[in-house]
């Protein structure tokens, strides 16, 4: 089995309305629980909005601390799920359930050990 990330990328701006949003968590956590049942979750959690980022850079032997995301953009990562599935499709597969359930891109990438 390979571990993979799946990575949810959300807009800048304002959450949907609570009628939106409830939509969505519903649908998330019934995706959550397929895949508790095919015991491929290993874990997932929604991040705080960039602005509570703190980001550490090394630059001549010293460490800089900034406030905010490393990069600005349109979009930031809001949130992730790990799974532990055979190969590349499966974990394909359970990205397309995740994008579908928040209605958001889903990027899904191996981890590298």
Request: proline fraction near 10%; aromatic fraction near 8%; hydrophobic fraction near 40%.
């Amino acid at each position: 089995m390979t571990q993979y990330l799946l990575s949810v990328y959300q807009p800048d701006g304002p959450i949907p309305e609570p009628e939106v949003m409830s939509r969505i968590e519903r649908d998330v956590n019934a995706v959550n629980a397929e895949m508790r049942s095919a015991g491929v979750w290993v874990f997932s959690e929604g991040l705080m909005p960039p602005s509570s980022a703190t980001v550490l850079r090394p630059a001549h032997g010293e460490v800089l601390l900034t406030d905010g995301p490393f990069a600005e953009g349109k979009e930031h990562l809001g949130g992730f799920t790990i799974v532990d599935v055979p190969d590349l499709d499966a974990a394909l597969e359970w990205g397309r359930r995740v994008a579908l359930a928040t209605t958001l891109p889903i990027e899904v990438r191996p981890f590298a050990g």
